[in-house]
Structures are given as structure tokens and as C-alpha cells.
């Protein structure tokens, strides 16, 4: 049988195996510190809401209960006009219903800067705004 050379079986010698024994134990010690405790931890994850007329379809289809069909539905109904809330949304694409739009609640937000003016006829019918001085 042939003699170990001074490096050892793996060919680190002995300073390099306790540099990586205390690199290796370092390591653990700063993982320990970090890890929640067993209890859980107090961190969640955001709840993103996205708006559903200017989100790529792709991402409506991740939302709970938004099957390939009722994405397209949605996708259609909000190129012919946006959503201004979710029970617009509930009243034009079919297929959406109550339990949908309880699943859809948390995640969909209409934001009413991006919508667009009335037509000039809506605008007559609704009349002066209250908040012009």
C-alpha cells in the first residue's frame, strides 16, 4: 500500500482542513442567526394588485379563478371600454360571479387616473362639477 502524502486523503493539509472547518462553522452560526424563529415569522408577502385594464393577459391568468377563456373575455370587454370597478366588471363579462369576484377582490385595483375622460355627451348630462370654484 502506498504512504499518504502530508496532504491527507483529499490533498488539503491539515491548516487548510481547519480553515474550512471554521469557514464551514461561520457559516452555520451567521444561517442560525438569520432563521426565523420556529413559531413562524412575522413577514408576509405583499398582496400586489395589479389593474385589469392595463395588465398583460398573462398575468390576469395567475389570478385565482381567471381561466384561459375568462382571461380572453376580460381582455375583449376591456378593449371595447375599462373597467371602472370590479362590479363593472362582474355586470360585463360574463362567467364572472360572485364567487370570482370575491377571489378577484384582493388583487384588482382600477386606477382612476388612467381612465379616460367621459364622451362630451356624458360630460353635458352629468353637468358642472361640484369642485370648480
Known sequence: MSRLSPRGLWGWNVPARCLLLLGAACGAM????????????????????????????????????????????????????????????????????????AALRPYLGFDPAERPAPPPFLARVAGPSRHTP
Request: charged share 25%; glycine share 10%; hydrophobic share 40%.
Open 30 to 101: 451567521g444561517l442560525l442567526t438569520v432563521t426565523p424563529p420556529r413559531g413562524g415569522s412575522n413577514w408576509s408577502a405583499p398582496i400586489l394588485r395589479v389593474d385589469p385594464n392595463t395588465v398583460r393577459p398573462e398575468v390576469l391568468g395567475a389570478l385565482p379563478r381567471m381561466g384561459p377563456s375568462l382571461v380572453r373575455a376580460v381582455v375583449a370587454e376591456r378593449g371595447m371600454a375599462p373597467f371602472r370597478s370590479l362590479d363593472d366588471m362582474d355586470r360585463r363579462v360574463r362567467r364572472v360571479g360572485p364567487a370570482t369576484v
